[in-house]
C-alpha cells in the first residue's frame, strides 16, 4: 500500500526516514533518504511521485542493514560469504 496524501517520519531499529519536496510547475517530486543511527544519510530508491508505506521503509532498513553486515564479512577477506 502507498502513502500518497503525506509524508511520515518512520523510525525503525534507529534509523529515520526523511524526504525533501522538489516542486515544479506541474507536479511535486519527493526524493527519500534514510538517517542511520550515526547520522549518515542514503537513498531510499522508491517512486518519487510516493511515499512508502511503514513496512516497506522497514524493509529497506532491513534490507540496508544485511548489505552493511555482510560487506564486513567481504571486506575482511572472507570468500566464502555472497552478497
Given at each position: 500500500m502507498y502513502n500518497t496524501l503525506n509524508g511520515s517520519n518512520y523510525k525503525f531499529c534507529g534509523y529515520t526516514y526523511t524526504y525533501e519536496v522538489m516542486e515544479?510547475?506541474?507536479n511535486r517530486?519527493?526524493?527519500h533518504d534514510i538517517v542511520d543511527p550515526s547520522?549518515?544519510?542514503f537513498s531510499l530508491d522508491?517512486?518519487?511521485y510516493r511515499f512508502?508505506?511503514?513496512e516497506q521503509f522497514q524493509d529497506a532498513v532491513v534490507?540496508?542493514?544485511l548489505r552493511e553486515y555482510f560487506k564486513n564479512f567481504t571486506d575482511n577477506g572472507d570468500?566464502?560469504?555472497f552478497v
Open positions: 515544479e510547475d506541474d517530486k519527493y526524493w547520522g549518515a544519510r522508491f517512486s518519487p512508502p508505506s511503514e534490507e540496508h542493514m570468500n566464502n560469504v
